[in-house]
């Protein structure tokens, strides 16, 4: 996933002097916390990245991002290394922003769970930015060869593997068995949740994101948590779930 793709000639850094292979390896280290002064930089240029990647995705130049921050191009690569590197980084930072005050920077695997969702997408409300650097992203990610493909996959994965999980959790906790259908809440949750996102970026003033997301997932709770009969159960075609 780190390699960039051939035909990007921005994503290539500038050719390094390569040590001998002969050399001995030394002993295994813990790794050195950055300076605060290239924390800070590399967190500006992530800030930029995310700027560029959301107004024109992956294709976005490595020079806009520079000029935002004040640095040539071969700057970035600097502290990067390649386009495909910055962009995973963009993706990791954007994460860890939603979990950053969470103990132990993970979210809960409980009714705190669909909490954490919640807060998250009125907190998405305020900051545009970021939320159209995801989406065109993970959009662009389902297209071959994208160098973001298999960062969402496992996001994916992990994510319906942990919302179901805490389904399970929440059964658990109300004395019930967990019904069959927690797996595609888990999936139903996380698209609505990206569903939203897309239709408020269009037009913020028809969608209420923290609102509405809010009133999907307490519905789609509800329904696992004390499965009712809808009108959409007696289907004539069949289709209705029971």
Same mark, same amino acid.
């Given at each position: 996933?780190?390699?960039?793709?051939?035909?990007?000639?921005?994503?290539?850094?500038?050719?390094?002097?390569?040590?001998?292979?002969?050399?001995?390896?030394?002993?295994?280290?813990?790794?050195?916390?950055?300076?605060?002064?290239?924390?800070?930089?590399?967190?500006?240029?992530?800030?930029?990245?995310?700027?560029?990647?959301?107004?024109?995705?992956?294709?976005?130049?490595? /020079?806009?991002?520079?000029?935002?921050?004040?640095?040539?191009?071969?700057?970035?690569?600097?502290?990067?290394? /390649?386009?495909?590197?910055?962009?995973?980084?963009?993706?990791?930072f954007r994460d860890f922003e939603d979990v950053e005050?969470?103990?132990?920077?993970?979210?809960?695997?409980?009714?705190?769970?669909?909490?954490?969702?919640?807060?998250?997408?009125?907190?998405?409300?305020?900051?545009?930015?970021?939320?159209?650097?995801?989406?065109v992203l993970s959009s662009e990610a389902v297209t071959?060869?994208?160098p973001a493909r298999s960062f969402f996959e496992e996001?994916?994965?992990?994510?319906?593997?942990?919302?179901?999980?805490?389904?399970?959790?929440?059964?658990?906790?109300?004395?019930? $068995?967990?019904?069959?259908?927690?797996?595609?809440?888990?999936?139903?949750?996380?698209?609505?949740? $990206?569903?939203?996102?897309?239709?408020?970026?269009?037009?913020?003033?028809?969608?209420?994101?923290?609102?509405?997301?809010?009133?999907?997932?307490?519905?789609?709770?509800?329904?696992?948590?004390?499965?009712?009969?809808?009108?959409?159960?007696?289907?004539?075609?069949?289709?209705?779930?029971?």
């Amino acid at each position: 996933m780190g390699s960039a793709a051939p035909d990007d000639p921005e994503a290539r850094a500038p050719p390094q002097n390569e040590k001998s292979s002969t050399m001995a390896t030394p002993p295994a280290r813990r790794p050195l916390q950055p300076r605060p002064e290239t924390a800070r930089r590399r967190e500006e240029i992530l800030r930029a990245a995310i700027a560029t990647f959301g107004a024109k995705g992956y294709k976005g130049p490595l /020079s806009d991002i520079a000029e935002q921050v004040g640095m040539t191009h071969a700057g970035v690569l600097h502290y990067f290394g /390649s386009k495909s590197a910055l962009l995973l980084e963009v993706l990791k930072f954007r994460d860890f922003e939603d979990v950053e005050d969470l103990p132990a920077h993970h979210m809960p695997g409980d009714a705190g769970l669909f909490r954490h969702l919640v807060k998250t997408a009125f907190l998405n409300a305020r900051r545009a930015g970021i939320v159209q650097a995801f989406t065109v992203l993970s959009s662009e990610a389902v297209t071959d060869g994208h160098p973001a493909r298999s960062f969402f996959e496992e996001r994916y994965a992990n994510l319906r593997a942990e919302v179901a999980d805490a389904f399970r959790v929440m059964c658990a906790d109300e004395g019930i $068995d967990a019904p069959e259908t927690v797996d595609r809440a888990a999936a139903s949750i996380l698209a609505v949740m $990206d569903g939203l996102q897309t239709q408020w970026l269009l037009d913020p003033t028809a969608v209420e994101l923290g609102e509405t997301t809010e009133f999907a997932i307490e519905a789609i709770v509800a329904q696992v948590l004390s499965p009712r009969s809808t009108p959409l159960s007696d289907a004539p075609d069949g289709t209705g779930t029971d």
